[in-house]
């Protein structure tokens, strides 16, 4: 069962508003990860962590910023929502195992800038 | 780079239906082939994986077989149920990366 966890689920916001989004694993896992997804459901890699002070860009260009100063913890900052933000964001986190990797999912925090 | 293209859905079936949800990868070297499922309101859930070539990734009825000729990892089902609807992703991994798919929805109808 995985033990990571995405607060709020659900968030309604104007535009200009600085946000967080929260995501914490129980699982000690070294490697973290934040994937948008949008309506039509392709998933877009924004941010990806390998550990504790380090974090990288991911693949698709996102205007929010993350951190990771604990392992269990990898926020999601925006600091001006926008309406283009208005989208689904998934944290994830993985265990590297012969075989690749397995990522674990929250539940998600569906974002809608008004 | 590497790359995962599924088959286009919506896919719509009754239920008992026989299911194949194609996918096919680009990738240099051996990657590791996987499927995830998500539930309607849920983040994704890993469903099955094949880690070479002729592996057979199974779970909840659900198969993929690692054709490495084809460079393919179709997903099927022999008889699906209700509470199969969901979206499924299939993704491979590669350097520390997980690369997905475009995802497919899939709809059964009782």
Known sequence: ?114 | GDSVTQMEGPVTLSEEAFLTINCTYTATGYPSLFWYVQYPGEGLQLLLKATKADDKGSNKGFEATYRKETTSFHLEKGSVQVSDSAVYFCALSQAQKLVFGQGTRLTINP
């Not at chain 1, 990571?4 to 990860?33: F, N």
């Not at chain 1, 309506?39 to 002070?53: D, T, W």
Request: charged share 20%; hydrophobic share 25%.
């Open chain 1, 1 to 114: 069962e995985a033990d990571i966890y995405q607060t709020p689920r659900y968030l309604v916001i104007g535009t200009g508003k600085k946000i967080t989004l929260e995501c914490s694993q129980t699982m000690g896992h070294d490697k973290m990860y934040w994937y948008q997804q949008d309506p039509g459901m392709e998933l877009h890699l924004i941010h990806y962590s390998y550990g504790v002070n380090s974090t990288e860009k991911g693949d698709l260009s996102s205007e929010s910023t993350v951190s990771r100063i604990r392992t269990e913890h990898f926020p999601l900052t925006l600091e001006s929502a926008r309406p283009s933000h208005t989208s689904q964001y998934l944290c994830a986190s993985s265990e590297s195992r012969q075989g690749g990797e397995k990522l674990f999912f929250g539940s998600g925090t569906q974002l809608s800038v008004l």
